[in-house]
């Protein structure tokens, strides 16, 4: 996930609006994978990383 919070790989906003309109309202889980993809161009920061996908989701649940 970029610093300005872009997840190029997932739609986040998408899908959370895909379970607003379904009403779902029980438990919503993800699962961080790690840098694998991305480790050879540069270092990831793994904690930064959860960090901003917690921040997309949460905002796009708030929306």
Not at 16 to 29: M, P, R
Not at 30 to 45: H, P
Not at 48 to 55: D, I
């Amino acid at each position: 996930m970029t610093t300005d919070l872009l997840e190029p790989a997932i739609p986040i906003n998408e899908i959370i609006q895909v379970f607003k309109k379904a009403k779902y309202s029980e438990y919503l889980s993800s699962e961080y994978e790690g840098n694998r993809l991305i480790n050879d161009r540069y270092e990831v920061n793994s904690v930064e990383q959860v960090k901003r996908h917690q921040t997309v989701l949460k905002d796009a649940i708030n929306d």
